[in-house]
């Protein structure tokens, strides 16, 4: 700017005219001075007037051309000025508004001769901090290094005449005023003088922070969009337009279709339609280009010949410069084939609940309207399925009798909180079409909800109980009647039991007093008159008192079975294995001449009354001693077995056994199934273990073969 205001100075006190005078004044002062020398200083001696005339004739002419050569001249200069000025100001002003950073440096001088304002934006640093100074002020450290060795050590690169670059790019992290660094783009133009030598460097360093940024971003991008490829469970390929080529595709698409990726770029897609839908492929494929986007339904072929159904999604763009179509494809032959079991299946629900006679229905739980009503329900009311959905909305107070409509508005109003596969059931009274009032049963479960989990569907099934009614209240009379004459019988009954329990004790303690007196007077004939009877009266006298022996036993069985009637059972804990042994011990004193052996295990401890399970146990091993006796050895087992619920309890002998077909005689009074002959007993014995046992809440149960031994099961609850 200091220049241009010179050179207008300069101009604007030039003038042509100046010139031309004292050009003019010099060259007649020159003619005279030259005249006088020649002639040694003497005016006008030897020289014609002519001769100085035509001299300055000369001189006027020359000043005249030389007038218009400087006012041409002149005229250029002013050209160039004000268009060197206006380049000047176009500098300036891209200079002052650029956010580029441009400057100069002379390598002569090693100093930077220029810097634009913009490096205050750029760095922080002002211009006047940076001119005059050398490169290290704008490029510090690594930054530094990397200038001198692209930049001052490659001057001779550049200078050569074959290398026609005459500038380099270099991509920089600058320090900035503040301490923090920018990414920017340096381009250096190497400026000649005019022998080709480099004098002066002229740079324009730009602020690329953003532009990284984004690249940084793009990069990010694309490997995102790579793996959100390769790693895609669905197959994707990218073909090109033109040729169909397969471009790429990923893992999965190579899985599912059987191909290496290999194979797959030596294909076209062509190669994965079968050969009937291809001319319609490549119909579609001339109308791509035009359709940015496109989904619809294909046929495939697998590597190993299977035929797939798919749905793919395409999309136009650009794949290394080339127009392609990205391909995503959704492998549908399951769910097509699901669709089609799925729509015959409906099929067959449709069939199977219009044809059963079972009444099923939907109702709207918001609107209380039949939606749905199979057949046999339209039916069971006596309308027909297209009369009940005309009914509307509230179509359950045109149907329902109208004192059970509480019960259903209670029922709907809870099933917010049911369990969907909790089953609820009603039964209420609804008016038939034909007027009359039906009782009907129906099962309801929650079909569907919305997205707040409120029902919005219920299915249900109903079935006509108005005969079911009927007959509950002719049986509920009935029962009504019944149950006043079970009272009245059973009333009866516990009076004859309890007169029949007192007439067996009251006989069992009267028959006592009689069979003393004849077992006692039979000793005393026995003793004091026996040596006058013959034998047959000594047998017979023994015979009496044998049967009064018998006949008392008998009663103390009866007794024993009539008490334990009466008794009430008072429960303890009791040591089986303790209790067993000791039985044992008591019957093994009877059979001294026997070998008489007990096996048991470890058996588990009994909740009962002690005083009655010992009569069990004593019963049960008396009674497998005896039938045992005819053996050489008496073999009696003995074993038990834990539960949780119960104990179970077996006593097993090597004796006669029984026959099965008599096992309905086995636990009665008074039954034998072996002649007393043979084996003595009352026939009570058993049906004494028979009625403890149920007292206990237990069973009791045998198993036998004759000649195979028996065994006697009983289990006692463990509560």
């Known amino acids: 700017m200091k220049n241009s205001k010179k050179n207008d100075r300069l101009f604007s006190q030039s003038h042509p005219a100046r010139v031309v005078v004292i050009y003019f004044c010099i060259s007649v002062l020159w003619i005279i001075i030259s005249d006088l020398m020649v002639n040694n200083f003497r005016l006008f001696a030897g020289t014609t007037l002519l001769e100085i005339i035509k001299g300055l004739a000369f001189v006027a002419a020359t000043s005249v051309l030389l007038y218009f050569l400087i006012q041409q001249a002149l005229s250029n200069l002013k050209k160039v000025n004000f268009e060197l000025n206006n380049s000047l100001e176009h500098f300036n002003l891209i200079t002052q508004h650029t956010s580029d950073v441009i400057w100069t440096f002379d390598l002569s001088e090693k100093k930077i001769t220029y810097i634009s304002p913009s490096v205050t934006q750029l760095l922080g640093y002002s211009p006047q901090n940076i001119i005059g100074k050398d490169a290290q002020t704008l490029f510090s450290g690594e930054v530094n290094e990397i200038f001198r060795k692209n930049v001052f050590n490659q001057l001779s690169k550049y200078e050569d005449a074959n290398n026609k670059k005459n500038f380099c790019t270099l991509e920089l992290k600058q320090k900035c005023l503040d301490g923090t660094y920018k990414d920017t783009e340096l381009v250096i133009n190497f400026i000649k003088n005019n022998d080709g030598k480099i004098t002066e460097l002229l740079g324009i360093s730009r602020d690329v922070s953003l532009k990284k940024q984004y690249e940084d971003e793009l990069i990010k991008s694309k490997q995102q969009y790579q793996e959100l490829f390769d790693k895609n469970p669905l197959p994707m390929w990218i073909f090109e337009i033109d040729t169909l080529k397969f471009l790429h595709v990923n893992k999965a698409a190579c899985e599912h279709y059987g191909y290496t990726y290999e194979e797959f770029m030596s294909m076209t897609i062509l190669d994965v339609r079968p050969y009937i839908d291809r001319s319609e492929v490549l119909a579609v494929s001339k109308t791509l280009k035009n359709e940015p986007q496109r989904t619809s339904t294909w046929n495939h072929i697998k590597k190993s010949g299977e035929k797939i159904t798919v749905e793919i999604t395409t999309y136009n763009f650009l794949y290394n410069n080339k127009e392609a179509r990205l391909v995503l494809i959704n492998d549908i032959t399951e769910r097509i084939k699901a669709q089609k079991e799925l729509e015959e299946s409906q099929h067959l629900l449709s069939s199977i609940t219009e044809t059963v006679p079972v009444s099923i229905y939907i109702v709207d739980v918001a609107k209380r309207k039949n939606v749905y009503s199979n057949k046999a329900t339209a039916k069971l009311v006596g309308y027909t399925t297209e009369e009940l959905i005309e009914m509307g909305d509230n179509s359950f107070e045109q149907l329902i009798y109208p004192e059970d409509l509480p019960l259903f508005e209670d029922d709907y109003a809870t099933l917010i909180s049911v369990d969907d596969n909790e ?49 509950e209240n002719f049986i509920k009379q009935a029962n009504e009647t019944l149950e006043q004459r079970v009272k009245e019988r059973t009333r009866d009954l516990e009076e004859a039991n309890n007169e029949l329990e007192a007439f067996t004790y009251s006989v069992s303690h009267d028959l006592r007093a009689p069979l003393r007196a004849i077992s006692g007077f039979s000793k005393i004939i026995n003793d004091d008159y026996g040596d006058r009877l013959d034998d047959e009266g000594i047998d017979l006298l023994n015979e009496v008192i044998n049967n009064s022996h018998k006949m008392s036993r008998l009663i103390d069985d ?49 909740i009962g009354d002690y005083s009655m399970l010992k009569q069990v146990i004593y019963n049960l091993l008396s009674n497998a001693a005896k039938f045992s006796s005819c053996r050489d050895v008496i073999i009696i087992s003995f074993t038990g077995q834990y539960s949780e619920e119960k104990n179970t309890y077996c006593i097993e002998d090597n004796g006669v056994g029984f026959n099965p077909k008599f096992y309905n005689k086995l636990f009665k009074v008074f039954q034998r199934l072996h002649s007393a002959e043979t084996f003595e007993g009352t026939g009570v014995g058993l049906a004494i273990v028979h009625r403890i046992i149920t007292k206990h809440s237990g069973k009791v149960w045998a198993e036998s073969e004759l000649d195979k031994g028996s065994k006697f099961y009983f289990y006692l609850p463990n509560n």
């Open 423 to 471: 089953i609820r059931e009603k039964e209420y009274r609804m008016l038939h079409k034909s007027g009359s009032l039906h009782w009907y049963h129906s099962w309801e479960i929650v079909f569907q909800r919305n997205k707040l989990g409120n029902p919005v569907l219920v299915l249900g099934a109903v079935e006509d109980i108005t005969v079911m009614k009927e007959a």
């Open 558 to 606: 009866l007794l024993t079975f009539s008490r334990i009637g009466k008794k009430d059972v008072v429960k303890s804990n009791i040591n089986m294995n303790e209790l067993v042994k000791n039985t044992f011990n008591e019957i093994k004193k009877d059979y001294t001449n026997k070998d008489f052996q007990l096996n048991m295990n470890t058996l588990p401890d009994a």
